[in-house]
C-alpha cells in the first residue's frame, strides 16, 4: 500500500504521533501537578489577594 | 471592553477553560479528516508514496515558523507593554515550537532519504530550520539560567526578537540560494503548483495541527498562570510562617 518507501513513512507518522502525544501528556500531567499543588496550599487556607474573584 | 481587559489573566483562565475542549475536540476531528483524505490522496507521479510525509511536514515547518513568529509578538508585548500574559504566551510556547521544528526536521530528514539519497545536506533552508530550532533550544535554556523570572523574561523576549531575523530567511531561503530543498509550491505570487487532489489534503492537515498547535498552547498557558499563583501563595506562606 504505502510502496517500497513505506519504512519511511511509517517512521515519520509514528514519531511525530510519540512526539506530540508526549508534548500533550507533558502539558497535561505538568497543569495536573500545578493545579494541586494550588489547591493543596488554599486548603491550608493561604489566598491571593484577589481570590475573590471566580476563577476556573 | 479594552483589548487591554480581554488579556487579563483571570478572565483568560475562565474563557480558555471554555474553549479549550471545543479547540482541542475540533484539532483531532480536523487531522483525523486530513490524514483520511491524505490517505486517499494519489501517489504524486515522481515521489510516489512518500508524498504522505508532506502532509504532515510541511505543516511542522510552517508552524515552526508561525510558533516563532508568536513568540515575537510575544516579546514586544513583554518589552513594550510589560504585559504579564506576554510573558505567559512567551514562556509557554518555546517548547511547542522547538517539538515543531524538531518534527520539521525528522520528517525532512526522512523524506530525503529516498528522495534526495541522503539524510541532510547543508543547503539553505535544512541548515536555517536547523538554526530555528537551535534558537528555541537557547531560549528554553536561557529562561532556565536565569532564576528571576522577570529578568529571564525579557532576555528571552530579546532574544527571540532578534532571532526573528531567521523567519523570513528559511521561508526564502529557497528563492535566494541554490539549494537541494525544492521552492515553494504552496504559497507563491502565481498560486499553488501542487494539484488540488494532493493540496486540499495538506491544507486540512495543516489547519488540524494549527488548531492542535494553538490548543497545546492554550492548555500550556493556563499551567503557567497557575504556576506564578502557586510561587505567590507559597511565597505567602513562607513569609506567615516566619512570622508565626
Known amino acids: ?56 | 471592553m479594552a483589548l487591554m481587559d480581554l488579556a487579563n489573566p483571570t478572565r483568560f483562565l475562565a474563557l480558555s477553560g471554555r474553549v479549550l475542549p471545543w479547540l482541542t475536540g475540533l484539532a483531532l476531528a480536523t487531522l483525523a479528516l486530513g490524514f483520511f483524505l491524505a490517505f486517499r490522496a494519489p501517489a504524486d507521479y515522481q515521489q510516489g508514496e512518500t508524498v504522505k510525509i508532506m502532509y504532515i511536514h510541511v505543516p511542522f515547518a510552517w508552524l515552526a515558523m508561525f510558533g516563532y513568529s508568536m513568540l515575537a509578538v510575544s516579546a514586544l508585548g513583554i518589552l513594550v507593554w510589560r504585559h504579564p500574559l506576554a510573558d505567559v504566551a512567551h514562556k509557554a510556547m518555546a517548547p511547542i515550537g522547538a517539538v515543531f521544528a524538531f518534527l520539521c526536521l525528522f520528517t525532512g530528514s526522512l523524506w530525503g532519504r529516498p528522495m534526495w539519497g541522503t539524510y541532510w545536506v547543508w543547503d539553505a533552508r535544512l541548515t536555517s530550520m536547523l538554526v530555528l530550532l537551535l534558537l528555541y533550544l537557547g531560549l528554553l535554556a536561557l529562561r532556565s539560567a536565569i532564576e528571576d523570572p522577570n529578568q529571564a523574561g525579557r532576555a528571552a523576549a530579546v532574544l527571540s526578537l532578534v532571532g526573528f531575523v531567521n523567519v523570513p530567511i528559511v521561508k526564502f531561503s529557497v528563492d535566494w540560494w541554490n539549494t537541494l530543498h525544492q521552492p515553494a509550491s504552496v504559497f507563491r505570487m502565481d498560486g499553488p503548483t501542487i494539484h488540488p487532489s494532493l493540496l486540499w489534503p495538506l491544507m486540512i492537515c495543516a489547519l488540524g495541527f494549527t488548531l492542535l498547535m494553538l490548543a497545546l498552547h492554550m492548555a500550556a498557558m493556563r499551567t503557567e498562570i497557575h504556576r506564578r499563583r502557586l510561587r505567590v501563595l507559597e511565597a505567602r506562606a513562607a513569609a506567615e510562617a516566619a512570622y508565626a
Open chain 1, 1 to 56: 500500500m504505502l510502496g517500497e518507501h513505506g519504512f519511511f513513512i511509517l517512521a515519520c507518522y509514528g514519531v511525530s504521533a510519540l512526539v506530540l502525544g508526549a508534548l500533550a501528556l507533558w502539558i497535561i500531567v505538568d497543569g495536573r501537578l500545578v493545579r494541586r499543588q494550588l489547591e493543596e496550599l488554599e486548603a491550608r487556607g493561604v489566598r491571593r489577594r484577589s481570590a475573590g474573584r471566580a476563577d476556573t
